[in-house]
């Protein structure tokens, strides 16, 4: 896999709530937030055009991930925060969370711009690459995020592109 790859543009801020909301079928909160650091609590979420180049990496914390897992599988919030507070986002939750990740490629997917796909989704706890986790330090071509998922909770996500 290559870091070298044809720029993707950052999304609109109303297309990652609007997508998001529909998917998870609630209303979402979104607001300026701090970057989120590639760390071992965090997932990593890969993005590679038609030719196998990472384009876009979306780093999110263990929070928002489990809340939106929940959200899309309409789990009890208790269990979204005892997920949360025991680090462990295994199973439903983590198969929920990649599926968001997965549909949120469509937000990458405009005219004049490659076309992009999950590629792969590391952590919590798993090694990142490094070419990954040099990308999500990237100053440039970055929104950072914070998200509110009605009767969720909140958590934060940086989405980072080439």
Known sequence: MSTLTEP????????????????????????????????????????????????????????????????????????????????????????NTYEVLNVLAAVFNVENAPHVRLYDLYGPGGAVPSDVVALSQTLGSRMDLELSVAGYGAGRLSIITR
């Open 8 to 95: 993707s543009p950052l999304p609109s801020r109303h297309a990652v709530r609007t997508l998001i909301e529909g998917l998870v079928g609630r209303d979402v909160e979104l607001k300026d937030g701090d970057p989120v650091a590639t760390r071992a609590t965090n997932l990593s979420a890969v993005y590679v055009t038609d030719t196998m180049q990472v384009s876009v990496v979306i780093v999110i914390d263990i929070e928002l991930a489990a809340r939106l897992g929940g959200a899309l599988g309409m789990l009890p919030r208790g269990g979204v925060d005892d997920a949360i507070e025991e680090g462990d986002l295994s199973g439903l939750l983590r198969d």
